[in-house]
């Protein structure tokens, strides 16, 4: 097994499925598989989803909402994810352990390092939600910091194209993908793999980011015994 213990990042907007809104029963369930699927081949996993299929802060104070209002709207948007992706893996017959960055009860307890990794070693899968807790920060930073706090193998970011371009495949077909990258050259590209703080953070922390597409079932346990079907960004 290439990775023991993960952080999965996923987005809000991933869950849509062609909906294009709100959660698609059929894309929470084959993701609820899929981390199935890896547990029982015995990784450790905790997840941040994103909030962007429900409401996401910076479109609100784009619109004039207050920022800060907008980002704590946010963070509970990544709560309703959260909660439903909880309710589906424990239907798949996975114990679960749901900690936030905002503390809500009876929905969860305080996101605490050593809480997850009590609950993942217990055979739980941990999902944190409500970001970092504090407004001003994204759900990618948070997934930065919540994988350095657990101090997971690796991040691994699913998306719906697999792995890293030259430029946006869904929009430029002649777009190559990459395999491998530094930091530093994802930085001197401008490659969006991440925002600026969480990237800096993981670069600091030599924590590897793995981008793939999610959205294929299986490719989540490919990915974890190391089957090369992304783009792995690392400090060297």
Do not use: W
């Not at 920060?137 to 792995?163: M, N, P, W, Y």
């Amino acid at each position: 097994m290439k990775y023991n213990r993960v952080l999965l990042k996923l987005s809000g907007e991933s869950l849509m499925g062609d909906q294009g809104y709100g959660i698609s029963p059929k894309m929470l369930e084959q993701y609820a598989t899929d981390i199935r699927d890896a547990v029982h081949a015995g990784v450790e996993i905790a997840i941040v989803i994103g909030g962007g299929n429900i409401f996401r802060g910076l479109s609100g104070a784009a619109q004039g909402l207050d920022r800060v209002q907008g980002d704590y709207m946010g963070m509970l948007a990544t709560l309703i994810n959260s909660m439903a992706l909880q309710a589906e893996l424990e239907r798949q017959g996975l114990k679960t352990e749901l900690l936030g960055g905002l503390q809500i009860e009876p929905i969860c307890k305080a996101m605490s390092r050593r809480r997850a990794i009590e609950a993942m070693k217990e055979g739980r899968v941990v999902i944190i939600g409500g970001g970092s807790g504090n407004p001003f920060f994204t759900t990618d930073t948070a997934s930065a910091l919540r994988a350095v706090e657990i101090k997971a193998d690796a991040i691994l970011k699913g998306t719906r194209v697999d792995g890293i371009y030259t430029a946006d495949p869904e929009k430029d077909p002649s777009a190559t993908k990459y395999e491998h990258l530094t930091f530093q050259e994802a930085l001197t590209k401008h490659l969006k793999v991440m925002d600026l703080t969480a990237f800096a953070l993981c670069e600091e922390n030599k924590l590897p980011i793995y981008v793939f597409d999610m959205n294929k079932p299986g490719n989540l346990l490919k990915v974890v015994k190391g089957d090369n079907i992304g783009t792995e960004v690392n400090i060297n």
